[in-house]
């Protein structure tokens, strides 16, 4: 019988092909699990959603790069969390119980700690950065104010009393408070007034660089930013969309400004970078969402500008706009 010569060449093709097929699905799987578990760059696989924060904490793990605290969900917004997030990696180092439901807030009381309102109890959690530990601090009626002091935090409650709590060790003491005081369910607030009116500005610095930059909240819409008397530059952008705030970070060598580019454009914001000598424009990205785009706190970390823009926490490289790593969606 003759060698089925077509037989064979046929089922070296199939081989072939079957062992490509394998090398390419093994290189996708090897791809695809580090992300789904939370590995390296890109969108991490964690179901957490930011709420609240970005805070700026120590750097904990001695690379260089200060960690990061922020509220998260996993769905329900109603029941929030604390957690800590390597600032390089955005990996979360831990996570606490979640809040009873109602009202919750994040006070950045300092590089080591981070203060929760857990809903409408007569306490508040005061949490370790380092490795999660709570202490549970009672108030006599529910928080709705706080402000922070040197190494304490005061918490003003409903009965129009308040009351301070030290930091180092985390106890009930006297405490004056050095900063306004605030609503414990909203982000931290950028502004501050200016001398210009219906405009709000926000100052930055980084070494000997100072930044300020201001927004119109009402008539036309405009963003100035200047580097004290070397540069002044217009934006031709308006506050980000429904928060009515611009903000500034400072890095070294420029500054990093989020806005929102167009007013009829609800679900973008706008990232960009300014030369600390010239003003020019370095660089600049847009965010899109399929919702409206909140800017609600950014930091620089020592290494990248981390911001929570809607429902995502971004870590923006300020050298050239790319995002390291990002929390949610």
Known sequence: ?????????????????????????????????????????????????????????????????????????????????????????????????????????????GPSHLVMKPGPEFRVRVYEAADGAVHELPVPDQAIHWARGDGCFVVHTSDGSGRGFGLSPVAGSPC????????????????????????????????????????????????????GADWTRELSAVGVPHSERAAPVAVPGGVVVFTGPFPEVDATALVLRLDARTGETQWERRIEHDISVNLNGAVYNGRYVVALLGTALYAFDPANGEIAWQLGR
């Open 176 to 227: 004056e408070a050095t900063e306004p005081r605030r609503p414990v369910w909203r982000h931290p607030s950028y502004a501050e007034p200016s001398a210009f009116d219906d405009y709000t500005s926000v100052t930055t610095s980084f070494g000997d660089d100072r930044y300020r930059l201001w927004f119109r909240e009402r008539g036309t819409e405009l963003v100035r930013v200047s580097h």
């Open 1 to 109: 019988m003759a060698p089925a010569h077509g037989s064979n060449r046929n089922l070296s093709v199939v081989m072939v092909v079957a062992t490509v097929g394998v090398t390419l699905c093994g290189g996708l799987f090897a791809v695809l699990v580090p992300l789904l578990a939370g590995g390296g760059g890109g969108v991490l696989g964690s179901r957490a959603r930011p709420a609240h924060g970005p805070c700026r904490l120590a750097d904990l793990d001695g690379d260089g790069v200060d960690e990061i605290g922020a509220l998260v969900h996993h769905g329900d917004y109603e029941h929030q969390r604390a957690a800590v997030y390597d600032g390089a990696t955005g990996q979360e180092r831990w996570s606490g119980e979640p809040g009873s439901g109602g009202e919750t807030g994040l006070l950045c009381a």
